[in-house]
């Protein structure tokens, strides 16, 4: 258990819908990342947050947004969802916004997309 | 931009058997390296990480990996297999800045055979 939740486990829903990812770093991180992993993208770094600002920006499509919370949570919005969106979605955390501050993964949200 | 190549998409190894898994990186410095396991239904985990110093790097569950600037290689060894090594495995590399963190590889799915 990396002590990073991700909510919910699972999702399915429809083209053209609108759903929120939620994410719960480790106690103590700052920092918190999204990734998508799908068949045919792979592993991709989507954005990151620190302390309630967005640090980075990585293949996030214009329909995608996030933020991060006082209390650090973050959450991933995606919308006006397309077939091609399901993936996993992962977030991480770490404690500071370095890439060589190790970054503990979630277990992952499955969006599938009818 | 930095990427990463893992060359083998499927390996199988006997249990017990020595293990081997390549990955190439380009990046125009020196790299943050990373070996990541990604059990079925689970979230990555970190093995172990190279940043600067001793080449061969000891992770954990008995993994090594050795970085070789002049062949831009990070190859993950263990010397004796377990049924429980059985997952898929992610090379990444981090930039020291910027605003692409980490980049993953495509993934070795490992499967072990008594």
């Known amino acids: 258990d990396s002590g990073v939740t991700q909510t919910p486990k699972h999702l399915i829903t429809a083209t053209g819908q609108r759903v929120t990812l939620r994410c719960s770093p480790r106690?103590?991180?700052?920092?918190v990342y999204w990734y998508q992993q799908s068949l045919d993208q792979g592993l991709q770094f989507l954005i990151q947050?620190?302390?309630?600002?967005?640090?980075a920006k990585g293949n996030i499509l214009e329909r995608f947004s996030a933020q991060q919370f006082p209390d650090l949570h973050s959450e991933l919005n995606l919308s006006s969802l397309e077939l091609g969106d399901s993936a996993l979605y992962f977030c991480?955390?770490?404690?500071?916004?370095?890439?060589?501050?190790?970054?503990?993964f979630g277990p992952g949200t499955r969006l599938t997309v009818l | 931009a930095q990427s990463v190549t893992q060359p083998d998409i499927h390996i199988t190894v006997s249990e017990g058997a020595s293990l081997e898994l390549r990955c190439n990186y380009s990046y125009g410095a020196t790299p943050y390296l990373f070996w990541y396991v990604q059990s079925p239904g689970q979230g990555l985990q970190l093995l172990l990480k190279?940043?600067?110093?001793?080449?061969l790097v000891q992770g954990i569950k008995g993994f090594e990996a050795e970085f070789k600037r002049s062949q831009s290689s990070f190859n993950l060894r263990k010397p004796s297999v377990h049924w429980s090594d059985a997952a898929e495995y992610f090379c990444?590399?981090?930039?020291?800045?910027?605003?692409?963190?980490?980049?993953f590889g495509t993934g070795t799915r490992l499967t072990i055979i008594p």
């Open positions: 991480a955390s770490s404690v500071e916004d370095r890439d060589y501050n190790e970054q503990f």
């Open positions: 947050y620190y302390n309630g600002e967005e640090r």
């Open positions: 990444a590399v981090g930039a020291y800045f910027g605003n692409e963190k980490l980049t």
């Open positions: 190279y940043f600067s110093g001793d080449t």
């Open positions: 106690s103590g991180d700052l920092s």
